[in-house]
């Protein structure tokens, strides 16, 4: 089983700030398989990011997805308060299992 | 409207058993496989079990393997989790995620289980 950690835990910013976000794998794989979700409070996830860079439908180009196994980071450039979530990445590659990071919090301050 | 909708949730005692649906609108069903995944309060996103399009192949996560069974109904646009031997541990709220192009591209909002004594 492919197991991702991600950092920080919790990351604190200003409007118009830009996030850095990272997510490890314990092995290699396809950054094919690697995709970023975001979860609102109260809210089901929403898919970001698939195969590592792409962004999904309606997805602000303020979000960019970058790195190849097994280092991959999120980029959220000019935060707005909107974008107060937790971020999971995914790994949906390593057939039949399929596990997320424990996810990185995004504070707005 | 594209979308998925669980409902089935509710309160059950350690050893219990409940199914959960989720129903599908606006895009082909039959076309996509499907996933489970749990999130319990507070924690982080589970992946549970997937189906593939036609229902003839299942995969389960280690730790519901042998107690749940997921399932599909392509002419009711419905999938299905029987979560049986539930365990306190069990306790999340469930999402069902179509899987999309290496990667869930659509989430319902969520039906939640709870297993307590």
């Known amino acids: 089983e492919i197991l991702l950690t991600q950092s920080p835990g919790t990351l604190s910013l200003s409007p118009g700030e830009r996030a850095t976000l990272s997510c490890r794998a314990s092995?290699?794989?396809?950054?094919?398989?690697l995709a970023w979700y975001q979860q609102k409070p109260g809210q089901a996830p929403r898919l970001l990011i698939y195969g590592a860079s792409s962004r999904a439908n309606g997805i602000p180009d303020r979000f960019s997805g970058s790195g190849s196994g097994p280092d991959f980071t999120l980029t959220i450039s000019r935060l707005e308060p909107e974008d107060l979530a937790v971020y999971y990445c995914q790994q949906y590659g390593h057939s039949p299992q399929i596990t997320f990071g424990p996810g990185t919090r995004l504070e707005i301050k | 409207e594209v979308q998925l909708v669980e409902s089935g949730g509710g309160l059950v005692q350690p050893g219990g058993s409940l199914t959960l649906s989720c129903t599908a609108s606006g895009f082909t069903f039959g076309n996509y496989w499907i996933h489970w995944v749990r999130q319990a309060p507070g924690k982080g996103l589970v992946w549970v079990s997937r189906?593939?399009?036609?229902?003839?192949?299942?995969v389960y996560a280690d730790f519901v393997k042998g107690r749940f069974t997921v399932s599909r109904d392509n002419s009711k646009n419905t999938l299905y989790l029987q979560m049986n031997s539930l365990r306190v541990e069990d306790t999340a709220l469930y999402y069902c995620a179509r899987g999309g192009d290496r990667s869930f591209d659509l989430w319902g909002q969520g039906t939640p289980a709870t297993v307590s004594p």
């Open positions: 092995q290699n794989f396809s950054s094919r398989y």
């Open positions: 189906i593939n399009n036609d229902g003839s192949d299942t």
